[in-house]
């Protein structure tokens, strides 16, 4: 299947590892055209050399914290002066949490706010105008099935996810009219090293590795029986990303494995 995705430019956040590399190379894949933004300059530019040799589109990398407004700034120029604007953006910029809320300070909170949430408003004012006036465009946003569903130990995550998708909804509604569809992802089990740097910490000290911990995450969450690998999800991203997929506007799509233990 054709997703018409061919000389499209999209932006994506955190695009240097795990879903948002998957996502990175599932558009380069389809012929779009990349700025990829993350914090690690070096690992994002091998990376961006990579994908720019793999599948012969053009490339940028632009090393920023988008939880900061001056690294937004700093990426929608980057996509200005190289592409003249911006046809996706993929929000999937974030990191998981350890904390009991009695506990956890505020700054604490309010990092995770900037980064899962106000990252996504200010890259939303900064890039949403330019899709608009190339015909349109298309924001997802990667939250999680623990926006709906959290687990115990991470409820700075889960509160910032859930307002993720809350805002994804929002922005659906306040830009549709002018071509631009907004959708929120919510995976489950992933395979990236965020989900193993939370296992060795939940399992330093103890008997249990931090493999065995994440065998019997899934074997008690997930019918499936497994994490997925990120490519798994990249592949309903790139599809969502698609003209393809052109009725889907401020939805909510969960892709846990059978994890989520209710119907909406």
């Not at 830009?175 to 631009?180: M, T, V």
Request: with cysteine; net charge negative; aromatic share 6%.
């Amino acid at each position: 299947m054709d997703l018409q995705l061919r000389d499209k430019v999209a932006v994506v956040t955190g695009g240097s590892v795990g879903i948002g590399l998957a996502v990175a190379r599932g558009l380069a894949a389809e012929g779009a055209h990349l700025a990829l933004c993350a914090r690690d300059e070096q690992r994002l530019r091998s990376v961006v050399e990579a994908i720019a040799t793999d599948f012969g589109v053009r490339a940028i990398a632009v090393p920023a914290d988008v939880a900061r407004p001056d690294g937004v700034a700093a990426l929608a120029t980057a996509v200005a002066e190289e592409f003249g604007g911006a046809d996706i953006l993929v929000n999937n910029a974030g990191t998981g949490s350890e904390e009991t809320i009695l506990e956890a300070p505020d700054d604490r909170w309010q990092a995770y706010w900037e980064l899962h949430v106000m990252a996504a408003v200010r890259l939303a004012r900064a890039l949403a105008p330019g899709m608009k006036a190339r015909g349109g465009g298309v924001i997802l946003h990667n939250a999680s099935i623990c926006a709906t569903q959290p687990l115990g130990y991470e409820p700075i995550y889960n509160v910032t996810k859930a307002a993720l998708v809350m805002f994804s909804k929002c922005l659906a509604n306040e830009l549709i009219g002018d071509g631009i569809r907004v959708n929120a992802v919510n995976p489950g089990l992933v395979m990236t090293p965020d989900w193993q740097k939370t296992a060795k910490l939940l399992t330093a000290g103890t008997d249990t590795t931090w493999e065995a911990y994440l065998q019997k995450v899934a074997d008690d969450n997930a019918p499936i029986g497994r994490f997925a690998a990120p490519k798994e999800i990249a592949d309903l991203f790139v599809f969502l990303c698609s003209p393809r997929a052109s009725y889907t506007v401020g939805s909510t799509y969960y892709i846990d494995g059978g994890w989520l233990r209710t119907t909406t």
